[in-house]
């Protein structure tokens, strides 16, 4: 997906389960954070990157992983609960930028080596933006539903 679909997406689906701007804010830089972490294609050279795109920093088991460990650190420092909220919000903005990669393409599941998913569009098409408008439609319908 193109970095506007995932940082729609994720605001949204965000805002709809948290109803906190901060923590949204917080989700939609996280879902950019796993493409920020492999640089771009003009630093490394196009071959480099493509043969690295979708690697560890894809890999959902270490923001899981890291997302357990703030848990535990928060029983500690419990004592500024807005920080661990922001932090484990961009960890979650980071796993939701891996399921929507996994609609598009492959991505890392269990082992950073073993890859699923499946391809319902091509990155930057419009059914991938048609894609991104029912899936808000969907959460904003869910919410109204809710709210009854």
């Not at 994720?10 to 796993?34: E, F, H, N």
Request: net charge positive; proline share 4%; with cysteine.
């Amino acid at each position: 997906m193109k970095w506007v679909s995932h940082i729609t997406l994720t605001a949204t689906i965000a805002y709809a389960v948290s109803a906190d701007p901060m923590c949204t804010a917080a989700a939609a830089v996280g879902a950019v954070l796993p493409d920020k972490i492999e640089g771009a294609p003009g630093s490394v050279g196009w071959s480099t990157w493509r043969s690295r795109h979708r690697g560890w920093s894809h890999w959902p088991m270490l923001y899981l992983a890291l997302i357990g460990g703030i848990a535990h650190a928060r029983t500690y420092f419990f004592y500024d609960t807005a920080f661990f909220a922001v932090l484990t919000w961009l960890l979650i903005g980071a796993l939701l930028h891996i399921a929507e990669d996994a609609v598009c393409g492959k991505v890392p599941f269990l082992y950073p080596t073993q890859k699923v998913g499946i391809r319902l569009f091509t990155v930057g098409s419009f059914r991938e933006y048609l894609f991104v408008l029912v899936c808000i439609v969907v959460i904003y319908a869910v919410q109204c539903l809710l709210r009854i």
